[in-house]
């Protein structure tokens, strides 16, 4: 049995880092390319023997120029990351990171971050180097934008941004969300939620529950868009970040809408039916007697699990509790629910249930909402899955393709491509061929979009 592999220390300098982000690009590669990029692959591509590029890895020697920096970033498909992270990496790359921490808070009433490798110190230490402008986070933090936060900071306005502030940003996100490619979305997200950082280190303790809440806001709305664009490994993290802004802001509703989204959005992150039913449940255990449309969210993710099952009766059962909150919560549009989705949620339960009238009911009403384009979407691929459910097995691979074919590639995320993978999920094997099906597979089977 091989040894185990060593993990990297990436938190004891910027050049250890920057070593440990080549080897995560390089163990990502075959997730986010579709195909595996081996040791000696990537060493053929950058000039570099097998072992100098360990020996950059560990952190342990840093590549000679920034020309070999960008045969990296090309190499391993970042999107400028590692380009990002050069100018910072060279000049500070073997200071120890909680020196330079340390001396970035001189003078601060604040404690010095404790040297930690769990999830929470993880994502703690990179928003601090991130909103002290030590690092950046990646293309959606730019060199640009940690300059303006240390120019904000220099002028003594930083702090200045209130919780009004923050959620017009989180509503102005949603909005983003629900128009906007997810990969554009990210940039000025990620950028945002390093500002907020800083926010909520400078606050006032009155005000800290807020931007608590904001967090937890502005981080479901990441882990969904890691979510589209199927980086499911950074959005669990980001899941976990969320649950723990929302329990720390005491705000019920943002608890339950926290995990009830995240109940939704685990049919795309590779989590079973019966995961998404356990994380729904949990939510509506939470949230007692509350009526919201974060409750919906959970009634919501059940009654889909349980139709993606094949429980078609306990779907149905679940279906009516969901109408029946609905009329009492209102056609409401906040936090990332809107009043299309609530036929969505119908479209989906009565399209695996073969209830064919039903579902197109609710397409109808699901569509004259004017429905984001996720939903408008999702609902017109639910009519595919409901052909496929009635025996229609060519009609259904046609619209499908057709569907996807329409959608420019920025748009078919992993949600998108999920749903439309279904078709085929349903089709008998022995009926998967011709050119329909042919037709299916080239356009809805090719990899999901890059995250740019």
């Not at 040894?3 to 390089?26: I, M, N, T, W």
């Not at 100098?52 to 560990?58: F, N, T």
């Not at 498909?77 to 020196?99: F, S, T």
């Not at 340390?102 to 180097?129: K, T, V, W, Y």
Request: proline fraction near 4%; hydrophobic fraction near 40%; charge should be neutral.
């Amino acid at each position: 049995m091989p040894a185990r592999r060593k993990q990297p220390e990436r938190y004891r300098s910027l050049a250890h880092f920057f070593g440990a982000r080549v080897r995560d690009l390089r163990d990502s590669y075959d997730e986010r390319v579709g195909s595996p990029l081996r040791l000696a692959a990537l060493a053929e591509r950058t000039g570099y023997s097998p072992s100098m590029i360990s020996a950059i890895e560990r952190g342990e020697h840093l590549p000679d120029g920034g020309d070999r920096v960008r045969a990296l970033d090309e190499a391993l498909a970042a999107d400028g990351e590692l380009i990002c992270l050069w100018p910072l990496v060279q000049r500070l790359g073997r200071h120890p990171i909680d020196e330079l921490v340390a001396a970035a808070d001189s003078g601060n009433n604040r404690n010095g971050i404790p040297q930690c490798q769990d999830d929470d110190m993880e994502r703690r230490l990179l928003f601090r180097l991130t909103g002290l402008g030590l690092i950046t986070a990646g293309p959606g933090l730019t060199s640009a934008e940690s300059v303006r936060q240390q120019l904000e900071r220099a002028i003594g306005t930083a702090e200045s941004s209130t919780v009004e502030d923050w959620e017009a940003a989180c509503v102005a996100h949603r909005q983003a969300v629900n128009t906007r490619p997810p990969a554009q979305v990210r940039d000025q997200l990620v950028a945002d939620l390093a500002a907020l950082q800083w926010s909520l280190t400078q606050a006032r303790p009155e005000h800290k529950t807020d931007l608590q809440r904001c967090v937890a806001w502005m981080s479901t709305l990441h882990a969904g868009i890691l979510t589209c664009l199927g980086e499911v490994g950074q959005a669990r993290r980001w899941w976990a970040t969320a649950r723990h802004a929302a329990d720390a802001s005491g705000d019920l509703d943002m608890r339950v809408r926290v995990r009830g989204k995240e109940a939704v959005m685990g049919f795309f992150s590779f989590r079973g039916p019966e995961s998404v039913i356990t994380l729904s449940r949990e939510a509506r255990e939470m949230a007692g007697g509350l009526a919201s449309t974060s409750v919906l969210q959970a009634l919501g993710g059940e009654a889909e699990a349980l139709a993606l099952m094949g429980r078609d009766a306990e779907a149905r059962e679940v279906l009516g509790r969901f109408f029946a909150l609905a009329d009492k919560v209102g056609e409401r549009s906040e936090l990332g629910w809107t009043p299309d989705t609530t036929w969505c949620v119908a479209s989906w339960v009565h399209s695996y249930g073969g209830s064919a009238k039903a579902a197109d009911k609710a397409r109808e009403e699901a569509l004259r909402r004017l429905p984001n384009y996720h939903n408008d979407t999702g609902v017109r691929l639910h009519q595919g899955i409901a052909l496929a459910r009635g025996g229609g097995y060519a009609e259904a691979l046609r619209l499908t393709a057709e569907i996807i074919s329409g959608l420019a590639p920025a748009y078919r995320s992993q949600i998108i491509l999920h749903v439309a993978r279904q078709v085929q999920e349903i089709i008998p094997p022995a009926q998967r061929k011709g050119s329909a099906f042919d037709d299916y597979r080239s356009v809805v089977m090719s990899p999901p979009l890059q995250s740019a």
